[in-house]
């Protein structure tokens, strides 16, 4: 369900995860400082999640309004989720700006993709 243009949200049912994929489309143009927050709200009776990945395997470079984003998510289940927050397909240029910004620890990565 694409709750923000360029960004869908499903619920996994069988892993317990929000799963949120993020296209590039999302990070053109205008910018959507609030993406993060319409997650939450569109979550808010989910109940008992494993966890929230974020899917960035269609959006390989990403701005900062989706990293303030991503640390609002992790503020918001980063405790709460026994697997906290998860980005999956994650490209290697991603994780070098989390680990500059020393944010890289707040989030588990899955199937990171080798190649920008």
């Given at each position: 369900?694409?709750?923000?243009?360029?960004?869908?949200?499903?619920?996994?049912?069988q892993r317990n995860r929000a799963i949120i994929t993020v296209y590039r489309e999302f990070d053109e143009g205008?910018?959507?400082?609030?993406?993060?927050?319409?997650?939450?709200?569109?979550l808010a009776n989910a109940k008992n999640l494993d966890?929230?990945?974020?899917?960035?395997?269609?959006?390989?470079?990403?701005?900062?309004?989706?990293?303030?984003?991503?640390v609002h998510l992790y503020d918001q289940y980063g405790e709460t989720c026994p697997q906290g927050v998860i980005l999956?397909?994650?490209?290697?240029?991603v994780q070098r700006i989390l680990e500059m910004m020393k944010l890289l620890p707040m989030f588990s990565l899955e199937d990171p993709l080798e190649r920008n």
């Open positions: 369900m694409a709750i923000v243009p360029g960004l869908d949200i499903t619920v996994d049912h205008l910018k959507r400082e609030e993406w993060s927050q319409a997650v939450i709200d569109h966890a929230v990945e974020v899917n960035l395997g269609k959006c390989p470079i990403i701005s900062s309004t989706v990293i303030a984003g991503l999956r397909h994650c490209t290697s240029h």
